[in-house]
């Protein structure tokens, strides 16, 4: 069965139903929208159950679709992706299920844009094809764009058309960079192709390989978004409906520092080993941080902190990255999905007080404890969580990335431990300007989270402590792909640390009379 195809045009085949269904029966369109969100997270479950962490690219599907010019149909999943497309549709599927009682109008039109989106998304993580790949980059901005230009704030048409500007002038730059690979790679070989496989093996000269690493860097910079490419991001955020910031920032963000890990270190290992690269890019990080943070602590509005606190947990994750050892690289993964958890659920619960105050303004509120308390509580939790408490998910994935800044450079550390700090301090002072002290006439009467938000929040409540409590399945998901990514920038790495290499046979247990 091609379980790839399944999983990716689940969302499709919803959508066409969804277009059957008159404008006029509300109610059913919402059942098909969430029913085929839940069902596009249901066909991911044998991925789960049948991979193989031992070996590499599983579930391949290959077939012709441009010959003319090498463009094939062509998708397969490792750890890295496995854990990036089972995170889309689990936090698709919660978004669309969130939307529920918030959006009343237009609904034929926006859940169709969702699952559009969902589309693009997944193809992304799912293509070994590079060509492919950037049909499915680009296809996201469609739906992300009408989301927020139809069901956003106020200053919707400026924060969309800023989102698509921003994005599609980074995509440009990244096309010219695999239209160079793939020139180069049939010039040399005679064989114009996409295929990501062979394309690995392209050798550029060293200017030429500085350039395209900087064309693909300014591509998924813009979309993580990397300090001072990250303006678009708070527009975007704060206009956006709760579920596309919910997508936005758990998902469309990851589609930055995945392209850093499934493109640019292994096509670029010499330029992205590259000392004065690294020095760069770190720098660009750590600005990010602590930049970040600072302006996350002058906010007035809920989701402008929430945005920009998004600036500064990507810092960490892009930090990692460039860390270039198992723990940076593992950790940034890790906490990708953490920042999906935690930031997904402050922007969800974000929503849960402009539905019944339609105000974001941190000034607006306190006390909501006391009318509120099941809120507060998941809003504690959730803060915490996003500020690297243990025993919660946050933790695990900053102490990783922590620990392989400081291999590397004990500045980098520095940073990362500041920004840690600064990081409870903008989200402890939220919790306390928002759910303790005096409780105003106006949040006297504000109802508590009901069973539909519970149905929403729970599910990633349980992931927060899950991660934070047993992280050892996804380390040995990512132990694989990540000894490959590191093998490939630094060869030799893990002999010279004596660290067990991953992609090595065990060794052989001797016998108990030997020893």
């Not at 067990?500 to 046979?505: A, I, V, W």
């Amino acid at each position: 069965m091609p379980l790839l195809s399944l999983v990716l045009f689940t969302p499709l085949a919803g959508l066409l139903v969804l277009l059957a269904v008159p404008s006029s029966r509300s109610r059913l369109l919402k059942l098909v929208a969430n029913g085929t969100a839940l069902l596009g997270l249901l066909v991911t479950f044998p991925l789960l159950s049948g991979f193989d962490r031992s070996r590499d690219f599983q579930f391949i599907e290959r077939a012709p679709w441009i010959p003319s010019f090498g463009a094939e149909y062509h998708l397969g999943i490792d750890g890295l992706a496995l854990l990036m497309v089972v995170m889309t549709a689990a936090v698709g599927f919660l978004a669309i299920f969130s939307s529920w009682p918030a959006i009343q109008h237009r609904l034929k039109e926006y859940y169709a844009w969702f699952l559009l989106q969902q589309v693009g998304m997944l193809g992304v993580f799912l293509a070994r094809d590079f060509f492919l790949f950037f049909v499915f980059w680009e296809l996201t901005l469609v739906p992300m764009y009408f989301i927020i230009a139809i069901w956003g704030g106020p200053r919707r048409s400026y924060a969309a058309i800023k989102f698509v500007i921003y994005t599609l002038v980074g995509s440009m730059l990244m096309l010219l960079g695999i239209l160079t690979l793939y020139a180069i790679h049939g010039q040399e070989t005679g064989v114009y192709t996409f295929a990501i496989d062979e394309l690995t093996g392209t050798t550029l000269a060293p200017h030429i390989a500085w350039w395209v690493f900087w064309a693909l860097f300014i591509g998924f910079a813009v979309k993580v978004p990397m300090w001072p490419f990250h303006t678009w991001l708070p527009d975007a955020h704060v206009e956006a409906p709760t579920a596309g910031s919910v997508v936005l920032a758990s998902i469309l963000l990851k589609m930055g520092t995945y392209g850093f890990l499934r493109f640019s270190l292994p096509l670029l290992p010499e330029t992205s080993a590259n000392p004065r690269v690294i020095w760069i890019i770190s720098a660009l990080s750590i600005v990010a941080i602590i930049y970040g943070a600072l302006v996350s602590l002058m906010q007035k509005d809920m989701k402008k902190l929430v945005a920009y606190s998004s600036v500064s947990h990507m810092g960490f994750c892009t930090l990692g990255i460039f860390a270039l050892n198992p723990a940076g690289v593992s950790g940034s993964i890790l906490q990708q999905i953490n920042h999906a958890v935690s930031t997904g659920l402050l922007f969800l619960l974000v929503g849960v007080v402009y539905e019944r105050r339609h105000t974001r303004e941190i000034a607006e509120y306190g006390g909501l404890l006391k009318v509120m308390p099941a809120f507060s509580f998941v809003f504690l939790i959730t803060a915490l969580s996003s500020m690297g408490m243990p025993p919660l998910n946050g933790f695990i994935g900053e102490l990783t990335i922590l620990q392989g800044a400081y291999k590397e450079n004990f500045w980098w550390a520095f940073a990362c431990v500041v920004g840690i700090a600064l990081g409870a301090a903008y989200l402890l002072w939220l919790f306390q300007r928002t759910s303790l002290g005096e409780l105003s006439e106006k949040n006297a009467a504000l109802p508590d989270l009901s069973w539909r938000e519970w149905a929403v929040l729970g599910p990633m409540l349980l992931f927060v402590f899950a991660i934070g409590l047993w992280p050892k399945p996804y380390f040995d998901i990512l132990d694989r792909p990540v000894a490959k990514i590191v093998e490939r920038v630094r060869p030799g790495y893990y002999e010279a640390n004596k660290i067990p290499n991953p992609l090595l046979p065990a060794p052989a247990s001797t016998p108990r009379a030997a020893r």
